[in-house]
């Protein structure tokens, strides 16, 4: 099977062995006492123009791999290499010229825009910041931004409570755009909007995509969401990669049993369809990951679990061409490591196999 | 179902308005539908659409002021809701009708244990004693499928998770064994795993209780499993309203189609671009004069913008038993 919709073969991003653990203190003195293991040691690449599809349930760690990735957060390991920088180590100054070209969306537009400013100050800002041009030629490229969104030049003045959640989140979006960014982390971007109006949003980004030649990197729950607008997913689960395989791939023939239970747990919006479907019912909750269980972190509710699940964590393997899998039903046959990335992987294939 | 049957819950004509400083808001617009005995009436609209208020409105549940139930009838059984007083009104929240609501944290109280307050409407209105409670309590518990379910009486709801809070808050509003439970889009805060579990749970506590449920939601794809009967909400009104199947295969308001379309499919064909429906949701303000949908509408004409339409049927039932929709286009008008 070959990758779907490869719109270049150069990673644009790199992630090697992420780890991003969040310390708990407890006791009288606040003792450091064991760590939130949010993300725990995940490897994939982006490649450049490609949308890559984050999944997994609330608590799973994809919001933290995207803040991690733009080094919102001090991660605790790994690598995080963009267009040939590793951002996981740059000092502070560094780290401020390399933002320009990372940007994120955020989840809610309510929340992430600044009440106390106008539009062309929110969407400027990452201009003062960042570049000495002087006033027409900010406001030049801002009112070019709101053309580029949708968003009416008229509005340039206006405060954020006088739009509503759609055009808020197209504020946002024009921000993130300001500064030419290559790679952008949409979070959630659609979550907080309407049907009617996600549509709009997610037409507005691959536009923009196209336009601009943007990576992104789109972080969801929503399954059928991601279907539309990504070309590789990563479903995630208790801070590390069940699966990670070009789309049309996925939602044919999930391979990892918790990619398959969370795809047939998404409604189906056809009342024939939905009663003859045969659904994968999880029993129980997420494990805290504070405490994941030995073994598979999915072990405790995985409904195909055997022996060998319960004791050795199995490595994100590639089981089929670009697609893999991290679970123990698909037997390491092509000794390979993890590192996530297509091309790498078949060279080293081809070296170990002889 | 049951058509010839009385049914459990009939409003008529119910109309909300909320004032403001900005002047009045109409939420709800004559609003007119009923609940059949064991039936699942899904009801289907965007935020400000007017699906909460409606319920809300039903059962006293809105601050007033600003909000002011302006005229209709609420029929439960043989009483009018929106007549009797506010004790009366009391008794049937709880005893008669149950309510889940969407975020299961900020609805159950963070200070008192679980078992208290599943154990307060049993007090309150079967009239049990404290120890009777407890064991009823503990039923509830383990029916809605929480294991352990004596013990966890002495947890409070932080020690839950998401989706055992709300599976709480079912056995909450199911104590009393009412006769009408609405369910406030009771999985919307939930992950999809989680919303199955809740989603297989009610479909089996219905055919254990046979209680008649109106379950609120903006996902279709809730709707397409779990419902009988849907009626579509736009702008405080109803705009389309028909068994659930029929909905499906057969929409006929332009919003209801539009909807459908713009939901990307897990399993079908992969749509390049997705359908949207253009501008936004109206602003209620001042009396409908028009079709709420029309600014939107791709079919929208001359009568649209003058006169708000009526719920005509497509079929041969009367209004609200069959198909119907609240739409002036019709492919005779097309042509003229």
């Known amino acids: ?354 | 179902m049951a058509d010839g049957a009385a049914p459990v819950l009939d409003v008529q004509g119910l109309q909300t308005v909320f004032r403001t400083r900005g002047g009045e808001v109409h939420a709800v617009n004559s609003v007119s539908f009923h609940l059949n005995s064991g039936e699942l009436l899904g009801v289907v609209g965007e935020s400000g659409s007017g699906k909460s208020v409606t319920m809300m409105s039903l059962i006293g549940l809105l601050p007033s002021p600003p909000a002011d139930v302006r005229a209709g009838t609420v029929m439960l059984g043989n009483r009018d809701l929106l007549k009797i007083s506010a004790d009366d009104l009391r008794d049937v929240r709880g005893a008669k009708v149950g309510f889940v609501f969407q975020n299961p944290m900020t609805s159950l109280n963070p200070v008192f244990m679980v078992g208290n307050q599943i154990m307060e409407p049993l007090i309150r209105h079967m009239g049990l004693t404290r120890k009777q409670a407890a064991v009823r309590a503990a039923e509830l518990l383990s029916m809605v499928g929480i294991p352990d379910a004596k013990a966890r009486l002495n947890a409070y709801p932080h020690q839950f998770s998401g989706g055992m809070r709300q599976r709480v808050m079912i056995a909450i509003a199911l104590a009393c064994d009412p006769d009408v439970l609405i369910a406030d889009e009771p999985t919307t805060a939930l992950d999809v795993t989680i919303q199955a579990q809740i989603l297989e749970l009610i479909k089996d506590l219905r055919q254990k209780l046979g209680m008649a449920i109106v379950w609120i939601t903006h996902d279709l794809g809730v709707i397409a499993g779990i419902a009988d009967r849907v009626m579509v909400m736009y702008g405080g009104q109803v705009v389309e309203q028909a068994p659930v199947r029929e909905l499906f295969a057969n929409p006929q308001h332009p919003y209801t189609r539009a909807l459908l379309k713009t939901i990307p499919s897990l399993t079908g064909e992969r749509e390049e671009r997705l359908q949207v429906i253009e501008g936004q949701p109206p602003i209620l303000a001042g009396p409908p004069t028009s079709c709420p949908f029309q600014a939107r509408c791709a079919h929208a004409f001359d009568r649209c913008r003058t006169e708000n339409p009526q719920r005509r049927a497509i079929d041969d039932s009367p209004v609200g038993r069959g198909h119907d929709v609240a739409c002036h286009w019709t492919p005779e008008t097309a042509h003229a």
């Open chain 1, 1 to 354: 099977m070959l990758d779907a919709a490869p719109k270049a073969q150069t990673p644009l991003v790199q992630v090697r062995g992420l780890k991003m653990y969040f310390p708990i203190y407890s006791g009288l003195l606040r003792r450091h006492t064991g760590n939130v293991k949010a993300v725990d040691g995940i490897s994939f690449d982006i490649m450049a123009g490609e949308t890559l599809g984050l999944v997994g349930e609330s608590g799973c760690g994809k919001s933290t791999v995207g803040r991690a990735l733009l080094r919102l957060y001090e991660i605790t390991g790994g690598h995080v290499v963009i267009n040939g920088i590793d951002v996981a180590t740059l000092g502070t100054e560094e780290l401020r010229r390399a933002r320009p070209q990372m940007q994120m969306v955020f989840q809610d537009p309510q929340a992430s825009l600044n009440p106390r400013m106008s539009l062309a100050d929110i969407i400027g800002e990452p201009l003062d910041e960042h570049t000495d041009w002087d006033k027409p030629r900010k406001l030049a490229r801002i009112y070019e931004l709101m053309d580029a969104v949708g968003l009416n030049r008229r509005f340039a003045n206006r405060f954020p409570h006088e739009f509503s959640g759609g055009q808020r989140q197209r504020i946002g979006i024009a921000r993130a755009l300001a500064l030419n960014p290559r790679f952008i982390v949409c979070d959630e971007p659609i979550a907080a909007l309407d049907v009617s109006i996600q549509a709009q949003v997610v037409n507005l980004l691959e536009d923009l995509q196209q336009k601009f030649g943007l990576t992104y990197l789109f972080i969801s729950h929503d399954l059928s969401m991601v279907r539309h607008i990504a070309d590789r997913v990563a479903v995630m689960y208790l801070g590390r990669i069940a699966e990670l395989s070009p789309r049309d791939a996925l939602y044919a023939r999930p391979l990892h049993p918790y990619a398959e239970a969370l795809l047939s747990a998404v409604p189906e919006p056809d009342p024939a369809l939905a009663q003859t479907r045969q659904r994968i019912i999880l029993q129980g909750d997420v494990p805290s990951p504070a405490n994941p269980p030995q073994g598979c972190n999915f072990c405790t509710r995985c409904p195909r679990v055997f022996d060998l699940c319960r004791q050795v964590e199995p490595d994100l393997i590639q089981v089929e061409p670009g697609r893999f899998v991290a679970c123990h039903l698909y037997p390491d046959t092509k000794t390979a490591g993890s590192t996530g990335d297509p091309e790498a992987k078949e060279h080293t294939q081809q070296g170990e196999s002889q």
